[in-house]
Nanobody, 124 residues
């Protein structure tokens, strides 16, 4: 059973940056595609970014492409989300997920494991 723990969230002004981390225990991440999703109050969980098991291919939502970068360090069992040029509409709880089948799906239903989430708040 893989446990995922996100960290790095916080309060930042618009235009600022944050780096989120997702660290796994109870298993190695190198067999999983990994994804970041977010959920704002009153909204459904939405895809942000994902990467295949070796980081060779990455996918981004249109709303974050060019501002966010997903990366992974399998030796550290950790996946990162570097977020630059943050906007108030990026405010949400950010979740990482592990996908054993689809190699980093854009669909939340494809993920086997989830972390507890980390809050990101961007002030205007």
């Amino acid at each position: 059973q893989v446990q995922l723990v996100e960290s790095g969230g916080g309060l930042v002004q618009a235009g600022g940056s944050l780096r989120l981390s997702c660290t796994a225990s109870g298993g190695t991440l190198d067999r999983y595609g990994m994804g970041w999703f977010r959920q704002a109050p009153g909204k459904e969980r939405e895809f942000v970014a994902s990467t295949t098991w070796n980081g060779g291919t990455t996918y981004y939502a249109d709303s974050v492409r060019g501002r966010f970068t997903i990366s992974r360090d399998n030796a550290k069992n950790t996946v990162y989300l570097q977020m630059n040029s943050l906007k108030p509409e990026d405010t949400a709880v950010y979740y990482c997920g592990a996908d054993s089948v689809s190699g980093g799906s854009l669909y939340s239903g494809s993920y086997d494991y989830w972390g507890q989430g980390t809050q990101v708040t961007v002030s205007s």
